[in-house]
Every structure is written in structure tokens, then in C-alpha cells.
């Protein structure tokens, strides 16, 4: 259906523009309000024009001198965005996606651990050791495999009934592994897990993280965007008390993919961690202040501009266009719950910290049974058919996973603001037609 090899010579313009037609055509549309499958969705107009400047302009964000207007940009949000989590957030960067910067922030973490590190490599070390919550986002293993520590050393620490990391059970595990003869750096938290959209306490995580003199690491990539709403910036209290932050404005805040910021206190430790001194970009008598370039922070050399589309956005919604953007979407999350609550066909999984709405489809023999989970096995399979039927009749499109002891169940999440009260009940009201069919 679809002609993907290349060849020696170039096609007519003909063809080529019926390929383009395909290229739409066979694409999920992710900017309609239906999709409601991942932790990006919608279609924002300053941004994707922002996007289409910043592809025409083709910049590299390393040095003031080829991106003059971009290195400034980046250094006004951040500065912006520390200045939203705390007094004492000082530097960041922008990052390819939010694994990467929570990969970053362990590289942080280590270097902040022993800073001999860089140049000598592991071989003399101790085990070093990561905790994060088993709901917790996997890149925190990923990472940890990938500069060396290993995933067998993220110890991964249990969570309560709705997916709040208990810490009780982190500062257990931090002793344990003391007694084995690990060396804990790093507590990954999250706010707003990736599932159920559960956000750690972090104020009980930041006190242990003091005791035991451990990098504290928030991952808000997901639960980020909420710094911006009056009504719900609450659920971030304690973030000012930690090491390093992402925040991912390509998630709840619809900025066009990808959009990841990773904050830090120490304004010294991204150039001291990752500093190179290439002297044929950063040369040490530029005609400039050499402090204005920002690519010796960097882990990257070339790096896309991403901060034109979100500032654009910024500027022209304003801090409380943002605000509404959110408080709508709480809104929607809300009167989601309380209609799955409402419908005998719908369960939901545990009860709703934030936009992720998690919950089973009942086929009709289960409806009105009080333990639902004794019919695990059955209820694992409904989840996954029905959403084979939806994608194949292309009106939504939303996902669903397993997690712990629940069998497969379906995620809504939203970061579209156009959607509203109808739509929910659509959604809703659509997959109980494929549940029946
Ligand atoms: N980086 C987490 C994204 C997962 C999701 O879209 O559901």
C-alpha cells in the first residue's frame, strides 16, 4: 500500500506528492482530540509554526555565533523555569526526550558522587546503587546500564495502592543495601507516573535523601506542566528540595514533540560533568563572551533548536493560557472518573491522582461482582481485543497495559484542551460498542 524503496533516480513530483498524500493518510492523526493513546497528543498552532521556523532557520543550539537568537532563548526559559521551581534553581538544558534527561540527571548524580569518575572510569568503585518506584519510568534502568552502574543495582521500591512510592520501604532498602556494601546516589521520584499518573511524596523523600546524603532526582516529565496552574501546583510541593528536574512541555502542555527540560540547583555541574573544551567550537578567544555558549554543557555536540515552538507558545498564551490548558484537562480527567465510576460496564483500577484515568472494560458476566480481579485471567484478554477492534474502526485510539497484580486495563490521558464533556462520553460510549460487539 505503500511504496517505501528508494532508487538510483528521483521520482516526478507527481509521485512525490502522492506520497506525501500517503504519508497522511496512512499516519495516526495524534493531533485529534480522540487520540488519547500516550502522554502526547493535539495539535497547537504557535507551536507548529514555531516547529516550521525552527526546521527553516535548520540551527544548531551549541554556540552563540550560529544561533544567536536561540542560545538566548534557551537561557530566558530556563532561567524562567528555575525560577518557577525555586530560588535556588540555577541552570538546565534542553534534552532529546525525557529518558535522556532522566539519564542525565544519573550521569549528574555520579559525577556529583565522585567527580574522578570522568576521567578514571568505575574500576575502583563500590557498587553503586539507584532507587526509584516499581511504577517508576523504566529509563531509570536503562540509563543505569548504560554509563556503567547496571540495572541490577536500581533497586526498585514497592508502591502503595494508588502508585505513590512508600518511604518507608525507600529508606529500607537504602539500609539494606548499606548493609550489603552499596553505595546508594540517587533517588529517582516521580511525579506523575507514566501508568497512573501517581506522584511520590517528595517531601518524605527529600528528608531521606538528606539523612542519607543522596542526589534526589524528580522525574516531572509527565506531572510537570502542572507548575503553571494555580489550582493544582500543589501537587509539586517539595520539587524546589531537589537535585535535578525534567519537565516535559511536549507532554501536558501539547508543545509539538519533543520539548524536555532538565533543571539543576549546582549552575556549575552540567559544564563541570560534561565539559569537553573542543577548541574548534568553544575556542577560548571568541569575539564573545565564550560563557553564551551553552554546547559544552551538553552531552550532545549538534542539537536541534526546541525551545522556539514552546517560547512561542509562552508568549502568546501567556503563563495563564497554560494555566487554562491544564485546568481544563483536570477538569476532563475528573468527569472521565466519575463516569466510569457511574457506568456498570466500567471498573476503574484505583482511584485518579492526576489526568491518567485507569480502568477495565467488564464484559457482562462480571458486572456487579465485587472482586473482579478473582477473574483475572478472562479480564487480561478484553483489553487487548477491544483495542485490535478500535484501531481497526480508527474513531479513537487508547491504550491499555498490565501493571503489578491488574491485568490488562485501559489508560485515558489527555492533553488535548479541546477535548471536553461529549468527547469523554464518546470515548466511553464507544468502547463499550466494541466491549459488546
Ligand atoms: N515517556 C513516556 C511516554 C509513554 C507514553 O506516552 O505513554
Redesign the pocket.
Known sequence: MFDFPVEQNGVTQEKLLTLIKNTIKFSVKTGHRYFV????SGLDPYGLAGQWLTDALNASVYTYEVAPIFTLMESAVITEMCRMIGPEWNDGIFCP???MANGIAIHLARFNYNKSIKKTGMFQHSRLMLFTSEEA?Y?TQKFASFIGIGEDNVILIETDEVGRMLPNRLEEGIQEQLDFGGVPILVVATLGT??RGAFDPLNEIAEICVKYRLWLHVDA??GGGIIFSQRHRSKLNGIERANSAVI?PH?LLAVPQQCSILLVKDKNILHACHSKGAEYLFQKDKYYDQSYDPGDKYLQCGRKCDVFKFWLMWKAKGSSGFAKHVDALMDAAEYFEEQVLARPEFRLVSKRQYINVCFWYLPRYLRGKKDVLEHSIQLHKVAAQIKGAMVKHGAIML?YQPLKQFPNFF?F?AQNSALGRKDVDFILDHIADLGRA
Open positions: 493513546n500516550q502522554l502526547f526526550g525525557g529518558s519510568h529509563s507514566t501508568v516529565a509527565w516535559n507532554k491504550g489508560r490521558v
